[in-house]
């Protein structure tokens, strides 16, 4: 299919340990976002990447979160030393202009499970 | 700030009962108003997005309405395979993220 794919679907981790994220988005698709889904919770904005530009990272909710997209394509989150309050649903989405006010297409999302 | 609010929580239909779901929302310089429906498990499915308040667009059961501060999802004739989460979300300002509010459960029963 041509849709937003993100592996693994589900990853356990003991608390402490460092997780990688993946996202392959659209083929063509310029910008690129990851957003964090809390169960109950719509999703919440953790960053946004312009091609290989991360332009904005305000929603990271501490510093052992780190994104990068380095050839404007696949995306990886990684999480270090996970906690608890990191289990979440991580859901990538990817758009084709680079601007909000196009339409996001989400990928299946990620169910991070901390222990 | 920006925020986006929507109600009921939860709603349980009827096959064939129209009903409407609302999106309020809080934004600065509003650039779109997306809904999305979303399967348990699954990613949210882009449905409408809307630009400017009076702006209507269809698709099948489902229509989406935009004024200056809400947003309503009328459902006509719902089909059990219309149960689903229902999410809204606004892109305002310079800003590139999107608001989500925390959505509806709708449960459309036989």
Not at chain 2, 42 to 56: H, I, N, Q
Request: hydrophobic content about 30%.
């Amino acid at each position: 299919g041509a849709g937003v794919s993100q592996s693994p679907r589900y990853k356990v981790a003991k608390r402490g340990q460092d997780v990688a994220l993946r996202c392959d988005p659209i083929s063509g698709h310029v910008s690129l976002f990851w957003y964090q889904q809390a169960l109950g919770q719509g999703p919440e904005f953790l960053t946004y990447f312009q091609n290989e530009a991360q332009l904005d990272k305000s929603g990271l909710p501490s510093d052992r979160f780190f994104a990068e997209r380095p050839e404007g394509s696949v995306s990886t989150l990684k999480i270090q030393r996970t906690q608890q309050e990191d289990s979440a649903v991580y859901l990538c989405a990817s758009s084709l202009e680079p601007t909000t006010a196009y339409e996001q297409y989400f990928g299946p999302g990620t169910r991070l499970t901390v222990t | 700030e920006d925020q986006v609010t929507q109600s009921p929580e939860a709603l349980r239909l009827q096959e064939g009962e129209s009903s409407s779901l609302n999106c309020s929302y809080t934004v600065s310089g509003l650039r779109g108003l997306f809904w999305y429906r979303q399967d348990p498990g699954k990613g949210p499915e882009f449905l409408f997005t809307l630009y400017s308040a009076g702006e209507e667009k269809e698709k099948e059961r489902l229509k989406a309405t935009l004024t200056k501060k809400e947003s309503f999802l009328h459902i006509t004739a719902p089909k059990p395979e219309d149960s689903a989460t229902y999410l809204c979300a606004a892109a305002g300002g310079s800003n590139y993220k999107l608001t989500f509010g925390k959505g509806t459960l709708l449960t459309v029963n036989p």
